[in-house]
């Protein structure tokens, strides 16, 4: 057996950067990797699927499962909460796939304590015309919400001095070869090969 520990990668980044944009099409050219469907009291917009692109639950069942200890981090952002139930690192550990989270600031701060080798990957528009253009072509969410996370979004931005990647998605296209780039270079860490190495090593006579 060569498995190792699933890689934990982390995507954040302001509302309408292109997270989820990216992600999909990371997942779409990347293989081996599973995409972590937060749970969430947001309202789904009119393109989201139940199960696809969240779990959408009453306050009252994200309360319950939050008391049962079910998240590995939660929080909460534009007035809902947000969570990533740990089953995903289970099933990952368990199918020898690694994990992607699309997560706020907040999250990724509490993920970093509990997986301290996840890798962060904090993701830019190229700049706050740019941002506010994709939130209104997004064209899915009120008013007062794009007003919101456009207020939102220079205070999450400070937070990327965390993270271990910045990626400016300015060419759709070409942010996700990078991307994917990141994941293939991180998975080949020497700490990560290992379980390979020790493998092809030990067909060699002693
Ligand atoms: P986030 O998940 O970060 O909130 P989305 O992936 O929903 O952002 O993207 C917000 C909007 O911007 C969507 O309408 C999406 O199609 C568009 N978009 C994403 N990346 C780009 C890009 N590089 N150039 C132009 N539009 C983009
Ligand atoms: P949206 O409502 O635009 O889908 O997401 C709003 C914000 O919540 C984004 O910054 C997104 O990364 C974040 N988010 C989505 N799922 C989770 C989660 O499970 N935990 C945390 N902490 N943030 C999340």
Do not use: C
């Amino acid at each position: 057996m060569n498995r190792r520990e699933p890689v934990v990668f982390i995507v954040s980044g302001p509302s309408g950067a292109g997270k989820s944009s990216l992600v999909r099409k990371l997942i779409a050219s990347e293989p081996g990797l599973l995409f972590s469907v937060s749970y969430t009291t947001r309202p789904p917009r009119g393109s989201e699927r139940e199960g696809q692109h969240y779990h959408f639950v009453s306050r009252e069942e994200f309360e319950e499962r939050k008391s049962r200890g079910e998240f590995l981090e939660w929080a909460e952002v534009f007035g809902h909460y947000y969570g990533t139930h740990r089953s995903y690192l289970d099933r990952a550990a368990r199918e020898g796939l690694d994990l992607v989270l699309d997560i706020d600031v907040q999250g990724a701060r509490q993920l970093k304590r509990s997986v301290p080798e996840a890798v962060s990957v904090f993701v830019l528009a190229p700049s706050r015309e740019e941002l506010e253009r994709r939130l209104r072509t997004r064209s899915e969410d009120t008013e007062e919400a794009i007003r919101r996370r456009l207020s939102e979004a220079a205070r999450e931005m400070a937070a990327y001095t965390a993270y271990d990647y910045v990626l400016v998605n300015d060419d759709l296209d070409q942010a996700a070869r990078r991307l994917a780039a990141i994941v293939q270079a991180e998975r080949l860490r020497r700490s990560r090969m290992e379980p390979v190495v020790r493998n092809i090593l030990a067909s060699f006579p002693a």
